[in-house]
């Protein structure tokens, strides 16, 4: 089975504060996602990273950077959290190609409430 | 403007029942996906839909796609409590290098 473990399954941070998401999968795909969930819109992409190194904003990422170093770990960071950003943050992984290409395996998710 | 729209977005129905969700997407894409999301966890696939006239089906749940229709249906028959949860689409553009998710759509079964 895919596993995708986030590091933490609840976050409170204060304003200002500098914050590290991890995010480990174990299944050696080469896609990886940052998305935050908040109720009523549904998810909403953050970054993604195709490849080692490699980094794509997706639809919201004013105030979030990621990094990429090794294939497997994906970490979404709050340069200066804001209480704008107290959300449910899900990182996701996925196969580039085949047949289970894009079918995207999820982790349990960040409650990350900043105060 | 690459969209995804799901109705409803709150469904509650009798066990027993029979009901659709309903994925509209904006222009021509190459993948669909139905992913299930129980409360207070994360989200897991059920479904990848290929190709126009593509039906999968388990359990009591369906998932069909008609790309002239850039419609995708998700029916459940004779709906169980086991069967609550928020249900997702997800439209994936590979033109535009983008998955997209639809708002979800909230199912609540009761006995």
């Known amino acids: 089975d895919v596993k995708v473990t986030q590091s933490s399954r609840y976050l409170v941070k204060r304003t200002g504060e500098k914050v590290f998401l991890e995010c480990v999968q174990d299944?050696?795909?080469?896609?990886m996602f940052w998305y935050r969930q908040d109720p009523g819109l549904g998810l909403r992409l953050i970054y993604f990273?195709?490849?080692?190194?490699?980094?794509e904003k997706g639809d919201i990422p004013e105030g979030y950077s990621v990094s990429r170093e090794k294939k497997e770990r994906f970490s979404l960071i709050l340069e200066s959290a804001s209480t704008n950003q107290t959300s449910m943050y899900l990182c996701?992984?996925?196969?580039?190609?085949?047949?289970?290409?894009?079918?995207?395996?999820f982790g349990a998710g960040t409650r990350l409430s900043v105060l | 403007e690459l969209k995804v729209e799901q109705n409803p977005l709150f469904l509650s129905m009798q066990e027993g029942k029979n009901y659709t969700i309903y994925c509209n997407y904006s222009?021509?894409?190459?993948?669909l996906y139905w992913y299930r999301q129980d409360p207070g966890k994360s989200l897991e696939s059920l479904f990848v839909?290929?190709?126009?006239?593509a039906v999968k089906q388990e359990g009591r749940l369906m998932a069909s796609l008609d790309t002239k229709a850039r419609l995708s249906t998700l029916h459940i028959t004779a709906a169980v409590h086991d069967l609550s949860a928020t249900y997702f689409c997800?439209?994936?553009?590979?033109?535009?290098?983008?998955?997209?998710f639809g708002s979800g759509t909230r199912l609540s079964i009761r006995p």
């Open positions: 996701a992984s996925s196969l580039k190609g085949g047949l289970a290409k894009n079918i995207q395996y």
């Open positions: 299944m050696d795909h080469e896609n």
């Open positions: 990273s195709y490849d080692v190194k490699m980094k």
């Open positions: 222009t021509t894409s190459d993948r």
């Open positions: 839909l290929l190709s126009n006239g």
């Open positions: 997800a439209v994936e553009y590979s033109s535009a290098s983008k998955i997209i």
